[in-house]
T-cell receptor, first 111, second 114 residues
Framework: TQLLEQSPQFLSIQEGENLTVYCNSS?????LQWYRQEPGEGPVLLVT?????EVKKLKRLTFQFGDARKDSSLHITAAQPGDTGLYLC???????????FGKGTSLLVTP | DTAVSQTPKYLVTQMGNDKSIKCEQN?????MYWYKQDSKKFLKIMFS???????INETVPNRFSPKSPDKAHLNLHINSLELGDSAVYFC?????????????FGNGTRLTVT
């Protein structure tokens, strides 16, 4: 199984602050996906990164795929309480048919 | 117009019982999955079906048996429930079985075994 390590595990910040969460692996991935999960709901896809070095922006969220396609980061600018949730990165497993998920970063943004 | 729906939302039962969780998707996707999320929020793949055919069966006890009557449905039956089966079970679907296809998740079934 290709392991994905996410850090930090927990993050509590105030509204307006910036933050970065990381997703690292010793394996190379063809693509990585980022999801956000809110309490009582299933994960929802935010973005897919495919090309090494790729940067994608989704409003205040910036996603980067490492040049070697082994790691990815998510940067949030001026965090808002609505950003609170569990952020999960996921990459294709060895079988190629299902995603393996990292253990997630739980983010709390307080007003 | 829920895309992936699973029932029930909550399931509380005693050890040794048999229970089922149902999942339906109306997205026209070919591939469906069951994931288990433990108390530490770790999501782990259990099964994957593509057009009603099993394509992934991770190391899951054979007390767990998925059934796909058609490509829009993937149900999960669990025999002889154990305390360690307590978790949130998520059904998901994707357009294709390739790793680039995004997953659409249901809202989960919280199973509590007492």
């Amino acid at each position: 199984t290709q392991l994905l390590e996410q850090s930090p595990q927990f993050l509590s910040i105030q509204e307006g602050e910036n933050l970065t969460v990381y997703c690292n692996s010793s394996s190379v991935f063809s693509s990585l996906q980022w999801y956000r999960q809110e309490p009582g709901e299933g994960p929802v896809l935010l973005v897919t990164v495919v090309t090494g070095g790729e940067v994608k922006k989704l409003k205040r969220l910036t996603f980067q795929f490492g040049d070697a396609r082994k790691d990815s980061s998510l940067h949030i600018t001026a965090a808002q309480p609505g950003d609170t949730g569990l952020y999960l990165c996921a990459g294709a497993g060895n079988s190629g048919y299902a995603l393996n998920f990292g253990k997630g970063t739980s983010l709390l943004v307080t007003p | 117009d829920t895309a992936v729906s699973q029932t029930p939302k909550y399931l509380v039962t005693q050890m040794g019982n048999d229970k089922s969780i149902k999942c339906e998707q109306n997205l026209g996707h070919d591939t469906m999955y069951w994931y288990k999320q433990d108390s530490k929020k770790f999501l782990k793949i259990m099964f994957s079906y593509n057009n009603k055919e099993l394509i992934i069966n991770e190391t899951v006890p054979n007390r767990f048996s998925p059934k796909s009557p058609d490509k829009a449905h993937l149900n999960l039956h669990i025999n002889s429930l154990e305390l360690g089966d307590s978790a949130v079970y998520f059904c998901a679907s994707s357009r294709a079985s390739s790793y680039n296809s995004p997953l659409h998740f249901g809202n989960g079934t919280r199973l509590t075994v007492t």
